[in-house]
């Protein structure tokens, strides 16, 4: 990485770490599969706003969702607390979050094809539509965004950089949902200052 970046990039109440600038990412499901949505201990970071939206979502994606995921949702509902007490997407035999299903082998977010198909009009969290940024919300109100490395997605780095793709241009939709169009600008402007 060039020395002259600073390893913390602010835009407006956003602290970024300059990987997110300087790092190559674009998700290649067909290596992959769609693993980010089966491995790990817990499900996907959510706000109670979100909950409440994939409850009211719930009978878009219950179709395509496993019979085993809708056990889990009658018996625990679409959230529940991981150990820190942070609300997480609820998940099937401590792998699969409730909203994967399968096609062609590929793991997809059962929520967001309801909303590629028309039939919702939520997509999915904002915690799974900008992995792999990882987010956090300081006491003072600062959002703070980090690049997450995971073996999972090294297809996804391999893609990018032969796409010469950075990770927030490849997350601008969501970052735009998250942050405004305005505040995606500014982050363009600093990243064209920074040389990227």
């Known amino acids: 990485m060039n020395t002259s970046i600073p390893p913390i990039i602010q835009v407006g109440n956003v602290l970024l770490s300059s990987d997110i600038l300087t790092q190559c990412f674009c998700c290649d499901l067909e290596k992959c599969k769609g693993q980010c949505c089966v491995e790990g201990e817990a499900g996907a970071p959510v706000t109670l706003e979100e909950i409440d939206r994939l409850e009211e979502s719930l009978d878009t994606a219950w179709c395509d969702m496993s019979a085993a995921a809708q056990a889990v949702v009658d018996k625990q509902g ?6 820190d007490g942070e609300m997480v997407t609820s998940i099937v035999a401590g792998r699969d979050c409730i909203f994967t ?3 062609d082998g590929v793991c997809l977010c059962a929520l967001e094809k309801a909303f590629r198909e ?7 969290p904002i915690s799974c539509a900008l992995y ?7 006491a003072n109100g600062t959002v703070g965004l980090n690049y997450h490395r995971w073996a ?3 297809d996804a780095v391999e893609k990018g950089n032969l796409l010469h793709l950075p990770v927030y241009r490849f997350l ?16 363009e402007q600093v990243a064209a200052q920074l040389g990227f």
């Open 78 to 83: 679409v959230a529940y607390p991981d150990i």
């Open 101 to 103: 299903c399968y096609e």
């Open 118 to 124: 028309g039939r919702s009009k939520f997509c999915k």
């Open 132 to 138: 792999p940024i990882r987010e956090k919300v300081f």
């Open 152 to 154: 999972v997605c090294r």
């Open 172 to 187: 601008k939709e969501p970052l735009v949902r998250r942050f405004g169009e305005e505040w995606y600008e500014e982050l």
